[in-house]
């Protein structure tokens, strides 16, 4: 067997076991990303609900708490992901990939013919059979095909990570503080470098695939973040440019980018303030109570659903007189009233979709990674005499 568990700083996974303020900022996100597409969406029903809590809608669309709730995300799976595959195991590789197929797809392919339904064939819009095929790989944003919901993009960017995170396995290169660091540092000023340009004039890349490699970096830091975090690594250059990028996308890129666009609100913006809710949310204001456990177990659904939920209920006021009682609530009343049924339907999808489908994966990895090697006990003896540190959910 191949060892992977070979150098200083490994933090190896241990089923079950959860960090419950990574859920609470789980749930947190989710619900910034509901918040902004119900009052992007409800505060157009009428002039009565655009005055009536017209912040709800303002402010969030101003710095793009959407925007915010996504990058909390990216930073979560790079804090997460990584330490979840099992280096010193029989098959660590697949291990890891069956386990995160079956943590995403399912409730995924649950949405497909909901959004589709919603967003397309009830308004008589098309969405053949074709573009439905190629939603349920998870690549149509690769293949140029619509998608059934607008959010799929960042599940995407989930997969590309996780296909990262295998490559940096297989070449020694994913437990290494020193490693990831450059290839994050290296990403973002790729990703800098491109967007200057294309603020310039003559682009050197195009916009998607600046913020591909923008993402890819951001999840980086999140690895490098836990790394220093549970003191897994004693790296000081390491531990330099986590503090450089930290600064560099906290402070130094929203205000350079804000001084050559002359506007506030802009991307940068909405990055630095992930950055900064994230820190807080692990290092200064830990929430660990048994409602955010709750929202951070459902999350993905809350993410995946709450359009499903949003969309009919908006279309059915729009019927509706323009001075009904239906249509002129404060907008307050239609964040709330989706809020509680998106988390109604996230309850029912997470117990029977996704937590038979995440113990059936686990225990089909398991299988795997617990094949007997001759090699086996030596490279768990290698694993366990690298660690210390504290252990990341499965």
């Known amino acids: 067997m191949t060892n992977f568990a070979t150098t200083a700083a490994v933090i190896p996974a241990q089923d079950g076991v959860r960090l419950r303020y990574i859920d609470a900022l789980r749930g947190i996100a989710a619900l910034l990303v509901l918040w902004l597409h119900v009052a ?27 925007r915010i709730g996504v990058v909390v995300f990216f930073l979560i799976s790079g804090f997460v992901i990584p330490f979840s595959i099992k280096p010193a195991s029989a098959a660590p590789i697949a291990g890891f990939v069956i386990r ?16 589709a339904y919603v967003f397309f064939w009830s308004a008589g819009r098309p969405f053949g059979i074709g573009e439905f095929v190629v939603n349920l790989t998870l690549l149509q944003d690769i293949f140029g095909v619509q998608p059934a919901e607008g959010v799929y993009w960042t599940l995407l960017v989930e997969l590309g990570f996780y296909a990262l995170c295998i490559i940096l396995l297989l070449t020694r290169s994913l437990f290494s503080a020193r490693r990831i660091a450059l290839l994050s540092a290296a990403l973002a000023l790729v990703h800098f470098f ?55 996308y906290a402070f130094v890129l929203p205000i350079g980018a804000t001084l050559v666009i002359r506007s506030l609100p802009n991307y940068t913006v909405s990055y630095a303030l ?55 609530q404060n907008l307050a009343i239609y964040l709330v ?48 005499s690298d660690i210390g540190a504290e252990t990341a959910p499965g």
């Open 274 to 328: 992930g950055f900064l809710v994230f820190i807080a949310g692990t290092r200064y204001l830990r929430i660990e109570t048994r409602l955010t456990d709750w929202l951070g177990r459902i999350s993905y659904s809350i993410y995946l659903m709450h359009p499903i939920v949003l969309q009919p209920i908006f279309l059915w006021l729009v019927l509706q007189p323009v001075n009904s009682v239906w249509r002129t």
């Open 40 to 66: 992007n969406s409800y505060h157009t029903l009428s002039p009565e609900t655009a005055a009536h809590g017209r912040w709800l809608n303002d402010v969030i669309s101003e710095i793009d708490i959407g």
């Open 100 to 115: 995160r197929v079956f943590r995403i797809y399912p409730a995924y392919w649950l949405s497909i013919p909901l959004a």
């Open 194 to 248: 491109g967007m200057f340009m294309l603020w310039l004039g003559p682009p050197i890349l195009s916009v998607q695939t600046s913020f591909w490699l923008l993402n890819l970096s951001v999840m980086l830091w999140g690895t490098l973040y836990r790394f220093e975090y549970s003191g897994a690594t004693r790296d000081r250059f390491a531990s330099f440019v986590l503090r450089g990028l930290g600064i560099f």
């Open 337 to 384: 009233a989706n809020l509680l049924l998106t988390l109604a339907v996230a309850a029912l999808v997470f117990r029977f979709i996704e937590r038979p489908a995440i113990r059936l994966g686990h225990r089909l990895a398991s299988r795997y990674e617990n094949r007997p090697s001759p090699a086996h006990g030596i490279a768990l003896r290698q694993a366990n």
